[in-house]
């Protein structure tokens, strides 16, 4: 099994993985959808293994169903802690999609309680040394403590104030400010199932297809300088 392939209904833009996680929450016609539902936890963790293994020894063979089954609450709770800070950071002006009732302190404590990987030196005697990261417990235990690393980094660290909020109508998502003029995100939502092929045009006429794009926000025009 690898990460190659797999399908996770949340949207993955490139963004740093905490806030990746933070994404796991969208909302389509006005229904709430969370990715991190019953068994859909393993699909993303898988979806972004080849990430983790790049400060890890991870791999998506360890994130079965019944691994991720065991730090499914874990996984949730970081992600709605995450969700809480980064509100606070943004002064997010949404109501909250998680955990309304979470308090900044407990979603710090979170966190940090979450956070216990460290990093070892890995230098083999034909090979050039290296970093990785350790933590307790099983592969997908320490999917969640190095998820929870990278936070720490996040909010302890620059991309702290380029966070933002998407503010587009129906649109959950979270986004670093990485050009002067990025005010929303664009995301082309890919669904899991197949779709219905479309009914033949009629004789005699000229059918041009757009591909299916969720505009869950856009890139303002405004010049650089006059964007938030």
Same mark, same amino acid.
């Given at each position: 099994?690898?990460?190659?392939?797999?399908?996770?209904?949340?949207?993955?833009?490139?963004?740093?993985?905490?806030?990746?996680?933070? /994404?796991?929450?969208?909302?389509?016609?006005? !229904?709430?959808?969370?990715?991190?539902?019953?068994?859909?936890?393993?699909?993303?963790?898988? @979806?972004?293994?080849?990430?983790? @293994?790049?400060?890890?020894?991870?791999?998506?063979?360890?994130?079965?169903?019944?691994?991720?089954?065991?730090?499914?609450?874990?996984?949730?709770?970081?992600?709605?802690?995450?969700?809480?800070?980064?509100? &606070? #950071?943004?002064?997010?002006?949404?109501?909250?999609?998680?955990?309304?009732?979470?308090?900044?302190?407990?979603?710090?404590?979170?966190? /940090?309680?979450?956070?216990?990987?460290?990093?070892?030196?890995?230098?083999?005697?034909?090979?050039?040394? #290296?970093?990785?990261?350790?933590?307790?417990?099983?592969?997908?235990?320490?999917?969640?403590?190095?998820?929870?690393?990278?936070?720490?980094?996040?909010?302890?660290?620059?991309?702290?104030?380029?966070? !933002?909020?998407?503010?587009?109508? /129906?649109?959950?998502?979270?986004?670093? &400010?990485?050009?002067?003029?990025?005010?929303?995100?664009? #995301?082309?939502?890919?669904?899991?199932?197949?779709?219905?092929?479309?009914?033949?045009?009629?004789?005699?006429?000229?059918?041009?297809?757009?591909?299916? #794009?969720?505009?869950?926000?856009?890139?303002? &025009?405004?010049?650089?300088?006059?964007?938030?």
């Amino acid at each position: 099994m690898s990460n190659e392939g797999v399908i996770t209904s949340a949207p993955l833009l490139g963004e740093p993985l905490p806030v990746e996680l933070m /994404n796991t929450v969208t909302a389509d016609h006005g !229904r709430t959808h969370d990715a991190l539902d019953s068994e859909s936890g393993a699909a993303w963790l898988r @979806a972004v293994a080849d990430r983790l @293994a790049t400060d890890s020894a991870i791999t998506a063979e360890q994130l079965d169903e019944d691994a991720v089954r065991a730090v499914a609450g874990p996984l949730r709770a970081l992600r709605d802690a995450l969700r809480r800070l980064a509100a &606070k #950071t943004t002064e997010d002006p949404r109501p909250p999609a998680t955990a309304p009732g979470l308090a900044r302190p407990e979603a710090i404590g979170t966190l /940090n309680r979450l956070a216990q990987t460290w990093p070892e030196l890995v230098w083999p005697t034909d090979g050039h040394p #290296t970093r990785t990261y350790r933590g307790p417990g099983t592969a997908a235990d320490h999917a969640v403590q190095l998820l929870a690393h990278q936070a720490v980094q996040l909010f302890a660290g620059p991309d702290r104030d380029r966070l !933002r909020p998407c503010l587009a109508p /129906n649109c959950l998502l979270f986004f670093v &400010k990485n050009h002067a003029r990025r005010q929303m995100v664009l #995301t082309r939502l890919r669904q899991p199932h197949a779709r219905r092929p479309a009914p033949p045009p009629p004789p005699h006429t000229t059918t041009r297809l757009r591909p299916q #794009t969720s505009l869950h926000a856009y890139e303002s &025009k405004l010049p650089v300088g006059q964007g938030s």
